[in-house]
C-alpha cells in the first residue's frame, strides 16, 4: 500500500508540474519583433527600443500587462503569432492579403513606405526602371518583408529580374555596395538610416508602394485581439502614438 501511495504521489506530483510549466503567465504579454528595422525597432545599449517597443509597452500598460519582447528573425514572425509562441507581433507589419489568411491585424498606427536606394551613379533613376523590359536587375530585400513579396511579385515572377534576399536589410546594403545587387528596396524609416551611414547612396525620389503598419495577433485569440485593439485605438485617439512616431520620425 505504501508503494502504491507513493507512486499515485509521484504521478500527481509529475502532473502539478507539468501543469504548472504549460500555464501561460496570464500577467506578461508577449510581443515577437524583429529589431533591425530602425527606428521601429532596434537594438540601444542591449535594449530594443523604437515607435514598435514604445506602443507595445503602453499597450501593456494599459492592459495591467508586463511586456516581454522577443527578438526573433522576421521571417518567424507572423508564424509564431499564428501558432501561439508569443502574443502578438509588432515589427513594421504591413497589412497584406496573405497575411490577412494567417492572423488578425489591429487598426492601422502608422503608414509607411518601400524606397528604392541606389549608389549615387547608378543607371536605375526611378521606381519604372526596374518594371523595364529586358533590364534585369538584380535587387536585393529583407527576406520575408514586403519589400520581398512585392518584388517578387511585381519583378522576379514577370521575368523581369531577379530578387536577392538576405536576413537583414544590413546584408542588403552591404550586398549593394559590394555590387552583387544592383538597388535594395525597403521600408523608408531604415533606408534613411541606412544611407546617412554608408557614403555613396541614395534614396530615389519615386517610392515603390505606400504601405500601412499594424499590430498582429493570432486568429484563435479574438479576446486579446480586442484588448489590444482598443487600447491602440485610444492610444491613437489621445494622440499618444503620434507623440512616439514624432520622437523617432521628427517633422522634416
Known amino acids: 500500500?505504501?508503494?502504491?501511495?507513493?507512486?499515485?504521489?509521484?504521478?500527481?506530483?509529475?502532473?502539478?508540474?507539468?501543469?504548472?510549466?504549460?500555464?501561460?503567465?496570464?500577467?506578461?504579454?508577449?510581443?515577437?519583433?524583429?529589431?533591425?528595422?530602425?527606428?521601429?525597432?532596434?537594438?540601444?545599449?542591449?535594449?530594443?527600443?523604437?515607435?514598435?517597443?514604445?506602443?507595445?509597452?503602453?499597450?501593456?500598460?494599459?492592459?495591467?500587462?508586463?511586456?516581454?519582447?522577443?527578438?526573433?528573425?522576421?521571417?518567424?514572425?507572423?508564424?509564431?503569432?499564428?501558432?501561439?509562441?508569443?502574443?502578438?507581433?509588432?515589427?513594421?507589419?504591413?497589412?497584406?492579403?496573405?497575411?490577412?489568411?494567417?492572423?488578425?491585424?489591429?487598426?492601422?498606427?502608422?503608414?509607411?513606405?518601400?524606397?528604392?536606394?541606389?549608389?549615387?551613379?547608378?543607371?536605375?533613376?526611378?521606381?519604372?526602371?526596374l518594371f523595364a523590359e529586358g533590364a534585369n536587375h538584380k535587387i536585393g530585400v529583407q527576406l520575408a518583408t514586403t519589400g520581398d513579396l512585392y518584388c517578387t511579385w511585381d519583378i522576379e515572377d514577370e521575368n523581369l529580374g531577379k530578387v536577392e534576399r538576405y536576413n537583414k536589410g544590413a546584408d542588403a546594403i552591404m550586398a549593394l555596395q559590394s555590387g552583387k545587387v544592383d538597388c535594395v528596396v525597403i521600408d523608408n524609416e531604415p533606408a534613411k538610416v541606412f544611407v546617412a551611414q554608408n557614403e555613396g547612396l541614395k534614396i530615389l525620389e519615386t517610392e515603390y508602394i505606400i504601405e500601412d503598419y499594424a499590430a498582429a495577433v493570432g486568429k484563435d485569440n479574438p479576446e486579446l485581439m480586442e484588448d489590444i485593439n482598443n487600447a491602440l485605438k485610444e492610444l491613437i485617439a489621445d494622440g499618444s502614438v503620434q507623440k512616439i512616431i514624432d520622437k523617432y520620425i521628427p517633422a522634416e
Open 1 to 129: 500500500m505504501k508503494k502504491i501511495l507513493c507512486l499515485v504521489l509521484a504521478l500527481m506530483l509529475t502532473v502539478c508540474c507539468l501543469a504548472s510549466c504549460g500555464a501561460k503567465d496570464d500577467s506578461k504579454l508577449v510581443m515577437a519583433t524583429n529589431a533591425e528595422f530602425p527606428p521601429y525597432e532596434f537594438m540601444e545599449d542591449g535594449k530594443i527600443v523604437g515607435i514598435d517597443a514604445e506602443i507595445a509597452a503602453a499597450i501593456a500598460d494599459k492592459l495591467g500587462k508586463e511586456l516581454v519582447i522577443e527578438n526573433v528573425d522576421f521571417d518567424s514572425i507572423i508564424i509564431g503569432v499564428q501558432e501561439g509562441k508569443y502574443d502578438f507581433a509588432m515589427a513594421g507589419l504591413t497589412v497584406t492579403e496573405d497575411r490577412k489568411e494567417q492572423v488578425d491585424f489591429t487598426e492601422t498606427y502608422a503608414t509607411g513606405k518601400q524606397v528604392i536606394i541606389v549608389k549615387n551613379d547608378s543607371k536605375i533613376t526611378k521606381a519604372d526602371d
